[in-house]
DNA sequence: ATGCCCAATAGCTCTTTGACGCCC
DNA sequence: CGGGCGTCTTTGAGCTATTGGGCA
């Protein structure tokens, strides 16, 4: 009887069977190619996802391979028809599953991995930036007129822009080559070319600005895999039947170039590189036809995915693999994710664009009216698109009337731009926003809802320059609050970048004369203190005493800004903007927003141990309710929290708010205080109340103690003064046998058998007495050390002992009854055995002779000359010959003839 | 299509101070 | 007889973050 589990999936039938019937034939043959053909296999890939269904929906059977090829229609052969109605509930039921915390810990992990990936290739790209002989290249195309720009006192966007309109003219995005080069030569073959990957060129606008001496860095969006797991849904499995693995590795830029065919720098993938593999379009114009249909195949194989094997996935182009949403391929990767209306729309009418435009292709490619100059777009889409992009242009309602879907994509998210400091801008000069790419000029602005309008987000911006990198994700980003929870824990990413950080300011950080003078050694320094600041706040930051991950990242927020001490180089101007950017962010309009904001709270979503403190100033109404400060928001406690931190409750001050307890508590406090009533409410009490701990000083060596006799040591403040905890093992004895003063010190709580139980490590004495305790510690263990170390001696010696009597007694139990022939023990074992006996003169019983060996090892009185007969030889040990170890007290005899026997003198 | 609000719920946090039997 | 030690068993209520559905 075979037994097979066959998955049947919900959606399948659904679909598929009109019926909602399943048969199959029931047969004890084992046949081969069982499974061959059309059946629903689980690929390794399944498998993760199948175990975590319902056992109810795996069926025990065995199917013919006739009946699962023809599995749309019924069919009966011969014999057993099983039947089975797909329930509605079967197809409704939808088991939720959250990620564990090991999958967000795994997810993290990858999320991290893949930043630092995604630096160092901006680093790589920056680096390639400076290459003077790209440089020179570059000035040697631009039209002398535009090398006016480098005379310029004061450099303005305004004057920027011939400059950019020369680039954008000259420069344009293609879709990516079949392969991946090392930066440098990426760069050189896009001049050479004059068109290249957006990455490329936009790299290409930062050495063009650099080598007309301007200050300029390379921004990038790291188009990260996200932070969160992706936990797999039963419809969404259903779906994607080649999703791999679940959660993070489906989703997004994966930095492992499974199928290996990227030969150079895998571990700088990036959505921008993988696209190579997307098929995308790689040259520009005749060909477009064949191209096209190529792209459309494309999208339309990758939305069938269930037969690719996991290495093959791994390589395929995922969501944010696409650099962005001019690439129709990008489109496709997309059916990882459940496809929305608008998807498929677009998908529809591209297709139909296709048919209806291929004939124009060619000229329409030829007409450079027609087709969209600004890089990103011009030599990759095809046909439809590109015209969908023209008429973008213009405005942002389509003129062909065509639906949203392809509107929200009448550009590319802009994902590499430069940043250039325009010292005219401003009074103190300012960072332009400059995308040569899409010759836009200070637009900052406008980066955020193009990334948004192309279903992006824009989670970190990093500037490079100088082999450094600089966060300025601030500057892009107005509404940080949706961000945020989708950015990696901001000690570690500001730790990351600290070093990086300092590099770039050292690169593009010139004086700002307008502001006090200060030689620029000086503002790095007081920039790399800052720095050191962090740095050496970060030990203590992770260790996460007691606190949450919140209360400590907020703690390091406010820590950093105090950090920033003025100075007036560029980057610490700029610290200040984009700090001075995030102290003002819009007012969320939405409640929901309030809840985990940085800067703004509303009364509603504080919750239970929160209050606001003081409550004003008011910034603004939202829904009616007012917004306060965050800073306004204070945790409660209890008395005893309190205490724990070091802190008491001043006296006479009312709580600042009671919570009612639980029926259970309350009962429990009414039942131990005899009041009813009392125990009801939980009085809770913020940090404004409280003061400094005042414990009881310890007086005449003896320690305060609780209730209980103990002292609660949850920090060293909360030690009474004038003591001292000794965390040592073992103490407790030392101070009893000296009659000291001590109370166990309870330092925490474990649960144990259901219960909690305190945990307590070493003592709490008066200080004047830690001395004296040491000392008799150090005493009493080197007393202990020792005593431990002879009873593990004595023990080896007794186990040797009982390991060579045993030999001994078997050996002699095998001469006697075994023939003689044994040759099991060693002939030196075999000759003491032998000499032993004889001396006993008990050869034939074994027994009392062990006994004879046994006296004489215990005896252990040296006698000499002693004489052990052998068979053939009488050892004579003579004194001369014995040696004698102190350390193990061993006493060794020697034969003439070689044979040595060890005692072990007591 | 998007954003907001509400309800449901999975997972996390906070709570927190034995009893009993055996052996030396 | 009393003190030391090992074993028993493995909370659970409440809060919060997250999600899906409904609605504007």
Redesign the pocket.
Known sequence: MTVTYVHVIPQLESESEKNSKLCFNRTDRVEDGYFSGNVITNTPSESGARDGLDESEWEEGSLPTEALTKSNEEQTIGGVTVEFDVTPDSVKK?S???A??EE?ELSELVHKVNLLCLLGRGRSFDSACNDPLIQASLLSLLPARLLKITEVPKLTAKALAPLVDWFHNNFHVRGPGSTEKPPHLALASTLEAQEGTAEEVAALSVALFRALNLTVRFVATLDVVSL?PE?D?PEYNSQVTGKVGGGIFNSSTLMVSGSGHQSVSPPLTTPASDEKDDGCLTSAGGKSRVKARKVLENSFESKDMSGVNLKDRMAEPSTSKCQDADSHACLAAKSDRPK???DL?FEMQLEMALSATAIENSKAIMNSDLVDVRGTNSKQFPPAKKMKVVGAEGSSVSPHGMS??IG?RKIGAPLYWAEVYCSGENLTGKWVHVDAVNAIIDGEQKVEVAVAACRKSLRYVVAFAGNGAKDVTRRYCTRWYKIE?QRINAIWWDAVLAPLKDLESRATGGVVHSHQEASTTEKIGTLEGADNQIKDCLPDSFLMNGK?K?ENCEDYSVQKFVNNSFSATRSSLEDMELETRALTEPL??????Y??HQLYAIERWL???QILHPKGPILGFC?GHPVYPRTCVQTLH?KE?WMREGLQVKADELPAKT?KR????SKEQAGEDDEIGEGDHLALFGKWQTEPLCLPHAVGGIVPK?E?G?V?VWSEKCLPPGTVHLRLPRVTLVAKRLEIDFAPA?VG?E????????VFEGIVVCAEFKDAILEAYEEEEERRVAEEKRRNEAQALSRWYQLLSSIITRQRLNNCYGNGTSQEASVGIQKSDDTLSAEAGCKEDSRKSGGCHQDKLKDNQPTSPQSVPTEDHEHVFLLDDEMFDEESSTRTKRCKCGFSIQFEEL
């Open positions: 939808k939720i599953r959250r564990t915390a967000k969160k936990v849904r929305r209306k608008g729309e949203t879907a929200s929870s949450s919140k969320p309009t939405n409640q929901q927003a809840r985990n919750n239970k141990y829904s209890t929290r919570l639980s029926p259970k508590q609780n209980r103990q609660d309870m709580f649960f144990r058998n259901g219960r909690s139980v305190p």
